[in-house]
């Protein structure tokens, strides 16, 4: 069994407003030398078998379908 994680993050031209405000927020509370905050989405699938690279583009294809919105999201997919 291989743990696959995806990581999921707005791309770097689009507003994040859920960014800034942590963002925002930080500096309210004092947590100094924080100059952005970008928010994402992390999620751990647990996969029966080996991951070889037929495996990987098939999560690479659920990521892109299911996971993220490749419109506006840029993801990347590693084994642990």
């Not at 743990?3 to 859920?18: A, F, G, N, T």
């Not at 927020?25 to 989405?41: H, M, N, P, T, Y």
């Amino acid at each position: 069994m291989a743990r696959v994680v995806v990581d999921v993050m707005l791309k770097p031209e689009i507003l994040d407003p859920q960014g800034q405000a942590i963002l925002g927020a930080c500096d309210r509370l004092g947590f100094e030398g924080i100059s952005d905050v970008r928010q994402g989405k992390r999620f751990e699938m647990e996969v029966d078998g080996e991951v070889d690279d037929a495996r990987l583009e098939e999560l690479r294809q659920l990521a892109a379908t299911v996971l993220a919105n490749p419109v506006i999201e840029d993801f990347e997919l590693r084994v642990e």
